[in-house]
């Protein structure tokens, strides 16, 4: 079975600080790769995604991600964070032709002002 | 993107009642799919629910326990049976986009059971 791994469990950055939060999944195969964020009191929303193509995937308000097959990972990148980002990130894969995601554990980010 | 809302947002409940957790999606999907979300825990998916068959629960899930009824193609529910203080969790529904990759997730509802 898929399982997907995060690395650090809380970041605390200053604002205008570089971000890298990493993820790595198990399964080998051909994936689809997300990252959501949960801002405090909303809605889990999609922040980016990768299915195929450019590995370097750009989402919403600055963020990117790089997904490198030979590593198995799929890393959330912003160069300059700010107090908004404050958030757990989560990122989540699954296998093509299935639907069903298997989540990290998510990270949670500080950002001080 | 689909528009989902949850009913219950927030409920305590006493040790085994049970609760029935309403998601509603603003348009007509094939597959919705219910997560749990413990605390301090990862999303864990409880089961897939196609309208016109039974759903489908991931290893750890019975239906004895979150039974899921899907009536039509924007509406489903989920109960938790029997709740204990173990099932105090944020439960989530979710959808996918028409190419099936994509999951848009409602707002939860959380429960603590006491």
């Known amino acids: 079975a898929q399982s997907v791994s995060q690395h650090n469990h809380h970041v605390i950055l200053s604002e205008a600080a570089s971000l890298e939060l990493g993820c790595n999944y198990s399964y080998g195969g051909t994936v689809n790769l997300f990252w959501y964020v949960q801002y405090p009191g909303q809605h889990l929303q999609l922040l980016l995604k990768y299915f195929s193509g450019d590995p370097l995937v750009k989402g919403i308000k600055g963020f990117e991600a790089e997904f490198i097959k030979s590593k198995f990972s799929f890393n959330l990148r912003k160069p300059s964070v700010q107090w908004s980002d404050t958030a757990e990130y989560f990122c989540a894969v699954n296998d093509k032709g299935y639907s069903t995601l298997t989540f990290g554990k998510g990270t949670m980010l500080l950002v001080s002002p | 993107s689909a528009v989902i809302s949850q009913k219950p947002s927030r409920d305590i409940c006493q040790r085994g009642t049970s609760l029935t957790i309403q998601c509603q999606v603003d348009?007509?999907?094939?597959?919705m799919f219910w997560y749990r979300q413990q605390p301090g825990q990862s999303l864990t998916l409880i089961a897939t629910a196609n309208q016109g068959s039974e759903a489908t629960y991931e290893s750890g899930f019975v239906i004895d326990k979150f039974p899921i009824s899907r009536p039509n193609l924007t509406f489903s529910t989920l109960t938790v049976s029997n709740m204990s203080p173990e099932d105090s969790s944020i439960y989530l529904c979710?959808?996918?986009?028409?190419?099936?990759?994509?999951?848009?997730f409602g707002p939860g509802t959380r429960l603590t059971v006491t």
């Open positions: 979710s959808v996918t986009d028409p190419k099936g990759y994509e999951q848009y």
């Open positions: 348009s007509q999907v094939t597959m």
